[in-house]
Nanobody, 119 residues
Framework: QVQLVESGGGSVQPGGSLRLSCAAS????????MGWYRQAPGKQRELVAT???????NYADSVKGRFTISRDNAKNTVFLQINSLKPEDTAVYYC?????????????WGQGTQVTVSS
């Protein structure tokens, strides 16, 4: 089991920045991929960015150049630096961790943190 706790959300004006954090605990050594997803009101949850243990990253086209995902493996924490925020970035942001242990895969989610972009 893996527990994920997000922090760092809030309300900002367009063009502002936020840094989201997600701390993993429990069987964190089984994690091979971490990422951020978001869900806006009335929309499906969508991928924002992922990062492997080796540091390989992947981004949704809508956030490339504005969002940066990183991780501190020693602290089992993943970060999402969000710059140049737009109103359409308003959503609940969820941390995700994928695990693999003895050929059994796991998929874990945090509780979500609200990001609101408004003037």
């Amino acid at each position: 089991q893996v527990q994920l706790v997000e922090s760092g959300g809030g309300s900002v004006q367009p063009g502002g920045s936020l840094r989201l954090s997600c701390a993993a605990s429990g069987s964190s050594s089984d994690i091979f991929l971490m990422g951020w997803y978001r869900q806006a009101p009335g929309k499906q949850r969508e991928l924002v960015a992922t990062i492997t243990n080796a540091g390989t990253t992947n981004y949704a086209d809508s956030v490339k150049g504005r969002f940066t995902i990183s991780r501190d493996n020693a602290k089992n924490t993943v970060f999402l630096q969000i710059n140049s925020l737009k109103p359409e970035d308003t959503a609940v942001y969820y941390c995700n961790a994928r695990t693999l242990r003895s050929l059994i895969r796991g998929d874990y989610w945090g509780q979500g943190t609200q990001v609101t972009v408004s003037s």
